[in-house]
């Protein structure tokens, strides 16, 4: 075998130490481009015979050296693609780069966290096997470790040095260097006859090895024709746009969609993981339907019954209502931030919701599928009470997992379901004692007999399901179904219509679906046109969750419709998801770890760019993670360096060269090519979209971009307009392609990103009924006629710096209960909290109040009177200091403190009515003022001895611009009055002194 080399080529190496390893003979013979190639002019190249030979370094790689388990092939073949693709070229422009532009730097660092990750835990790349795919990467870095000039790009990197070094001490890698004889003093050698490869994009949506892409073909002649095709005609080819009435119903000459996302639980803020796993999909994927012109309904709301419910309300001394009420407000204000537009968002606490649960029950019992069994439940003595299953916790049963916090209904670590009594070691959860064992008659639905009927169902439909919802719905049919408890002894939940069950409720894995009927009847009366439909009207239903709710949307809410047998929709669609994690740790609701929607809100960063970022890490097939670092790079380089970029400069071009009149694009072959290209990643974004695959289709939206991109870099428009007639042309022609992207960018984005949309389709000038997409044959159309006029162009988006990021990290580290602590003890710490302070022991006394007269069990408000005795002692010491100083601060602080704090209290109630929140800060607003007229008073009187004309004269002009300023920035009245009463003051004293 023979390798054909260029001197000090890195890639070579790859084949030196892959040969070593191996114990094959190579014969290493330099060469030049001068000579003949059979095929791409590319080095190196691995002969290994007349018939057979490698011009792609990685390939050829894999061919020397394939001692990998079979299973592991194609991820390592996958790494390989990326280090080609991705990796190499970084470094090749790194090396060939005098100065470093920090764009170049930013996408290096962010491949060299990807190894970091990977290796963080293992050996080599794939555990504790060396790959063709270490050989590859390791290759490449060569230069990085050994250059005393480039290695501290690896200096941050602990893990990948140490698997660096580890491979470096391998015999067969030493010698392989020694045989290659290259240096890091010269001059690395291209990889091709065209030089070193160019960085395919700074701004790559590819975000991991295990994600890049294969290298892609340049357009047949048959995509160029297609495309030319629909260039010239597909806009004449959209449906007419959907005209819709207040509420959307199912019509027979149209796609009908409906689409639901899992009910949240009101118990709690919604955190980052909720949000992504159900209702932000759902959104994504309803404005892509309406981009499609499918006629979309999209339904939700909260879950409010159940014992989590009851639990929240003793933890906080309220009824259950109150707890629904005031969560249900705070899940409709954070999701109304994300800009999620439901068409009803609900509730299943309505009197609608109770009479559809009963309605449905009655159905299967008629039917023959309901009886009673009496069943052993765990009865805690000292509560003197049936223990639901959310307030029993205790070892998980299943063989393999024995988690120890496990819920009496599922456990969150093998995330199967749990029947409370088979808990090992279950404890209450209230006061902590080991209940007891007694009988409870309860009513079950026969799961079993429905069996036959909900497989041949399954069978049918589940090849329109995400893999994560197939794999539930199979591990929970390999067994045989068991009847299931419907019924539960609890308060709170839709009470049972049945003699002698009165004073039980619904389970709420049995009532909560059903609340998407009754929330659509809350919007409608006419909602059994969308689940109960005419035989001549389609609908299809899409229901996105994560995977957790699977059992209860393909096992058992399907069962129950069947059994009640009355023609309702059974789902077609299942999206789920894996889970999202937050850095190096989980989001917990019940821990109060993660980011949390609220907290978004607080971050200043705008609701898009959350939107983008949690659809980019989107867990569709494996869990995924937060990361405050990958938040900014993704917004730095995917949304401002690439996309945002190519937008601003296509229309900036277009408002500057043509008076913001869009040219002619008179297409050219290489235009059409440039089609070709872009209909493919419109082909690859709707099957994505349609088989609820969100983050693969967002990729295909930024690669749109990237095309964009390369084909305004390589056209350059503002040299050709500087050129002949002929040059005009082509120039003219390259801004209106570009504009032209613009606008179906805008399109595809849109879904992911509603705002951005909003605001490019007005610097468009566009209705959004222009900008839509047909899914049968998705194509890069003509949106904007020639001599269309444009709006005025401006940036879609801002940097976030590092710094920001990193101090948001530290802000929202640990846990909710942390950073309250921590507020709180900031609070206490400052001059002037002692009304605040008043008001948070008498509500904290109130709360106790409301305990201890609910329950005798001690231990549940135990934990609240320690919570009031503390706040006692910060009162008192508060008192203590202000006594000590009864006024902090000058006047001009105080004047200062008391206009932000004017402004905070404004903000707050524009934001909420619940009064809750904002009153701490009303006083602490009037607190401040009382010490700003006692300040104010004690301040000595300013000179009337040593007045001149001219020092108050310079004085009221001072004066008066700082009351012009405080009226504009604020209509409270109290904030500038007494600055004018100053201003007053010091004209009555120059009048005095001009008399004299």
Not at 34 to 53: I, K, M, N, Y
Not at 558 to 572: F, K
Not at 928 to 946: D, E, N, R, V
Not at 949 to 956: D, F, N, W, Y
Request: charged share 25%; proline share 5%.
């Amino acid at each position: 075998m023979k390798i054909l080399t260029n001197e000090n080529n890195t890639s070579t190496l790859k084949l030196l130490i892959a040969a070593n390893l191996a114990g094959k003979k190579v014969e290493l013979q330099n060469v030049s481009f001068e000579g003949v190639f059979a095929g791409p002019r590319s080095l190196p190249l691995l002969e290994v015979d007349d018939q057979l030979a490698f011009f792609s370094s990685n390939a050829a790689t894999q061919y020397l050296f394939p001692v990998l388990d079979m299973s592991q092939n194609g991820q390592s073949q996958q790494m390989q693609e990326w280090e080609a693709t991705r990796l190499q070229p970084a470094v090749s422009a790194v090396l060939a780069a005098k100065t470093v532009p920090a764009d170049l730097k930013q996408a290096l660092d962010a491949f060299l966290q990807h190894v970091e990750a990977i290796v963080a835990t293992k050996k080599y790349l794939f555990g504790d096997m060396l790959s063709a795919a270490d050989i590859s990467l390791w290759s490449t870095l060569y230069p990085l470790y050994h250059s005393e000039a480039l290695k501290t790009y690896l200096a941050p990197y602990k893990n990948t040095l140490r698997w660096y070094a580890d491979i470096a001490q391998a015999k067969a890698v030493q010698e392989a260097v020694k045989q290659w004889g290259g240096s890091v003093d010269k001059p690395f050698a291209a990889l091709s006859a065209l030089g070193a490869p160019q960085l395919t994009s700074l701004a790559s949506p590819v975000g991991t090895p295990m994600e890049g892409p294969a290298a892609v073909p340049g357009p047949t002649d048959e995509e160029i024709a297609s495309a030319k095709e629909s260039w010239q005609h597909g806009r004449s080819r959209l449906q007419a746009p959907l005209k819709q009435d207040k509420v959307a119903m199912p019509v027979n000459d149209r796609r009908n969609v409906l689409i639901t996302s899992s009910l949240p639980y009101v118990n709690n803020v919604p955190h980052l993981g909720n949000i992504i796993g159900c209702v932000l999909s759902g959104d994504i994927f309803a404005r892509y339907c309406r981009l499609c012109d499918y006629n979309t309904l999209y339904i939700c709301g909260t879950d409010e019954y159940g014992t989590a419910t009851e639990t929240k309300a003793l933890q906080e001394g309220v009824t259950p209502q109150q707890i629904c009420d005031k969560y249900f407000e705070i899940h409709n204000s954070v999701y109304r931030w994300f800009d999620i537009g439901f068409d009803h968002f609900g509730r299943t606490t309505t009197p609608e919701h109770t009479q559809l649960v009963q309605k449905l029950f009655r159905q299967v019992k008629e039917n023959g599928f309901i009886n009673s069994q009496t069943v052993d439940q765990l009865h805690c003595e000292k509560c003197d009470k049936f223990l639901a299953d959310r307030f029993v916790e205790g070892t998980c049963p299943h063989p393999g997992c024995l988690y120890e916090d496990a819920r009496g209904d599922q456990c969150d670590k093998c995330g199967k379901l749990v029947n409370a009594i088979e808990l090992i070691k279950p404890r209450c959860k209230i006061c902590g004692d080991s209940p007891a064992v007694r009988p409870s008659e309860q009513l079950f639905i026969e799961l079993g007999q429905l069996e036959p009927a909900l497989r041949s169902w399954v069978t049918k439909v589940e090849h329109g399901w995400s893999p994560s919802a197939r794999a539930v719905a199979r591990s929970w049919l390999r067994e045989p179904l068991r009847a299931r408890a419907v019924t539960r002894d609890l308060k709170w939940g839709v009470p049972v219509p049945v003699e002698g069950f009165t004073n039980k409720v619904f389970y709420v894995w049995f009532d909560a679906p059903i609340g998407y009927w009754s929330i659509t009847q809350c919007l409608t009366k006419d909602y059994e046109k969308w689940w109960k439909p005419d035989k001549d009207i389609h609908v299809k239903l899409y229901q996105f969750m994560a995977k957790d709710n699977v059992p209860f949307h393909a096992i058992m809410f399907p069962t129950a419709i069947i059994a009640a047998n009355q023609g309702h929709v059974l789902v077609d669609h299942i999206f789920a998801t894996e889970y999202l994690n937050y850095e190096e740790g989980k989001f917990s609701k019940s821990r109060g770890v993660g980011v949390f929607g609220t907290d978004a809100q607080d971050t200043g960063i705008p609701s898009d760019v959350w939107r983008f970022y949690l659809a980019s890490v989107r867990p569709e097939s494996s869990d995924s993670s937060f990361s405050w670092v990958e938040l900014g790079t993704r917004n730095n380089s995917e949304l401002l360096n690439n996309l945002g970029n190519f937008c601003h400069r296509s229309l900036s071009f277009c408002a500057n060269s043509f008076k913001g009149r869009v040219p002619e694009l008179r297409a050219a072959r290489a235009d059409f090519e440039l089609m070709a290209l872009v209909n493919r990643e419109l082909v690859a974004y709707v099957q994505h979209m349609e088989k609820g695959r969100l983050r693969e289709a967002l990729k295909h939206v930024l690669l749109i971009s990237k095309l964009g991109n390369q084909h305004m870099q390589s056209s350059q428009p503002w040299v050709l307009l500087k050129g002949t007639d002929d040059d005009k042309e082509r120039g003219s022609t390259a801004i209106a392609m570009c504009c032209q992207l613009v606008a179906l960018l805008c399109a595809l984005l849109t879904p992911y990103m509603p705002a951005t949309g909003r605001r490019l389709r007005d610097q468009l000038n566009v209705t959004p009924d222009t900008l839509r997409l047909n899914p049968t044959n998705p194509s890069f159309i003509q949106y904007l006629p020639a001599g269309h006029v444009i709006g005025k162009p401006e940036p879609l988006f801002t940097k976030i710096e590092p710094e920001v990021l990193e101090k948001l990290r530290a802000k929202y580290a640990g846990t909710q209960d942390d950073r309250e602590k921590k507020q709180n003890g900031d609070v206490t710490s400052v001059s002037g909290s002692v009304a605040e302070l008043e008001k948070a022991v008498a509500e904290q006394g109130e709360k106790v109040r409301k305990l201890k007269a609910s329950t005798k069990d001690k231990a549940v408000w135990t934990p609240e009177v320690n919570k009031l005795l503390e706040l006692k002692k910060q009162l008192t010491a508060a008192q203590a200091q202000a006594q000590a100083s009864p006024t902090s601060g000058s006047v001009a602080d105080l004047e200062k403190a008391v206009a932000e704090q004017g402004d905070k209290v404004r903000q707050l109630k524009a934001s909420t009515k619940d009064k809750a929140v904002w009153a701490p800060e009303v006083n602490k607003l009037l607190d401040l003022k009382k010490q700003l007229t006692a300040a104010q008073q004690a301040a000595p009187t300013s000179g009337a001895a040593g007045d001149s004309v001219a020092s108050l004269e310079k004085a009221i002009a001072e004066q008066g611009d700082k009351v012009r300023k405080l009226k504009a920035s604020t209509k409270d009245k109290a904030v500038w009055t007494p600055e004018v009463n100053v201003l007053l003051d010091l004209k009555k004293r120059l009048a005095a002194l001009q008399t004299k």
